[in-house]
């Protein structure tokens, strides 16, 4: 692991450093889990846009810096430093966009990424289903052959960002035969806009749609719209999950920025020597992730691949942070019950508590671990 810093690693940061400090708004922006807070979040996703900072790691000619790995992880260290708003367009960037890089078309990167991007399209993801839960080759919704493209019929359920996004994408069934679940799958975007779509919201604990039920009728979707082969959907699956456990979804940043913010807590309520060990331990746990996450950005940097271990970084970071925000409700003490405890520290732990389940359960994670990293036999399901 070389953890030295190139000069087009430091530039970035520099400058990254300065357009944060002179565009990121000096109140919070509302809550993207509301109409008036997606729009907010979807302009600043225009303004990150307009800097080209809305996907640095991107070829230029999609709108993006061309910067490695290194150098994503750098900015997103900035961004996170400068208590920049959380990203509305997370979904498409973080998990479709690489997707599409290693299995779709020239076409459809052409076509999808720019307006990615610039947050003119915000992409929900499609993945669960009614009783199938982490469980994703049982999924029931197919798609069968229509002249020029395919129909949709089923149901999706706790659809990120479906509530206010203009497309989602998902795997659908199009061999009902195939002798394995995880077999005769297929990848395809599609609209929330189309006949036959219907959103209907579904409310967190405090009311706000932060996720949807998707009910689809016969939904056509072109064929210029399936990434990759008809029938492989589940392998293009697994690289998309992989990105999300791994590097992409939880960056580093965002942890040391939490931990930062802990620490300014302890000295504010007296540097309660009571909470002084968690403290410290946030420190060191968001530093053993940064490490981490740097020794796996090495190994990929150099031609590997992160396969199950992001099941490791995704296990880590989701217990991590309920930690971290459990430390800072101690220090606040009944301050910590409030809705709009100083810094947001409530409702992000509300937040951190769905860490275990999203992104495929810390059970299944478990699992993955045990078989595919420390070779033990299949447990009972």
């Known amino acids: 692991m070389d953890l030295n810093h190139t000069a087009e690693e430091d530039a970035l940061r520099t400058e990254a450093r300065e357009w944060l400090a002179a565009h990121v708004p000096a109140a919070p ?3 993207l889990e509301t109409a008036e807070g997606f729009a907010a979040h979807r302009e600043w996703e225009a303004e990150l846009y307009a800097g080209r900072w809305s996907a640095v790691s991107w070829p230029e000619r999609f709108g993006g810096r061309g910067a490695d790995i290194f150098g994503w992880l750098a900015f997103e260290e900035e961004y996170w430093a400068a208590g920049a708003p959380g990203r509305v367009s997370q979904n498409g960037i973080s998990l479709l966009a690489p997707t ?3 299995h779709g078309s020239e076409e459809q990167r052409a076509r999808v990424l ?6 003119a399209v915000v992409w929900a993801q499609a993945w669960s289903e009614p009783e199938a839960g982490s469980d994703l080759a049982s999924l029931r919704s197919r798609a069968v052959r229509a002249d020029g493209g395919w129909l949709l019929s089923g149901q999706k359920t706790w659809s990120s960002r479906a509530a206010f996004a203009d497309r989602a994408f998902g795997i659908f069934r199009t061999e009902p035969a195939a002798p394995r679940p995880h077999q005769g799958l297929t990848y395809l975007m599609f609209d929330l806009r189309a006949p036959g779509v219907t959103v209907r919201p579904i409310g967190r604990l405090d009311g706000r749609p932060a996720f949807a039920e998707l009910f689809l009728d016969k939904v056509f ?5 399936v990434i990759g082969e008809p029938g492989q959907g589940w392998r293009i699956a697994m690289s998309t999950t992989g990105n999300e456990r791994g590097l992409t979804l939880r ?3 965002r ?3 939490a931990a930062d913010r802990l620490v300014r807590l302890w000295r ?5 020597r009571g909470a002084s060990d968690r403290v410290a331990d946030a420190v060191i746990g968001a530093r053993a992730y940064q490490l981490f996450t740097y020794a796996g950005a090495s190994r990929f940097a150099a031609g590997g691949e992160m396969g199950a271990e992001s099941s490791l970084n995704k296990l880590f970071w989701s217990e991590y942070d309920i930690e971290l925000h459990e430390t800072a409700l101690e220090l606040l003490g009944p301050e910590g019950e409030l809705s709009r405890s100083p810094d947001g520290w409530a409702e992000g732990y509300v937040f951190a508590l769905a860490g275990p389940v999203y992104a495929g359960t810390n059970e299944i994670q478990r699992d993955i671990v045990a078989e595919r990293l420390l070779g033990l036999p299949k447990g009972r399901r």
């Open 29 to 31: 922006l509302p809550s």
């Open 100 to 102: 599409l890089f290693d």
């Open 114 to 119: 720019p307006d990615m991007a610039s947050g």
């Open 221 to 225: 979707v072109p064929d210029e719209d």
């Open 251 to 253: 960056s580093p940043g």
């Open 255 to 257: 942890f040391l920025a």
């Open 268 to 272: 504010e309520r007296g540097e309660d």
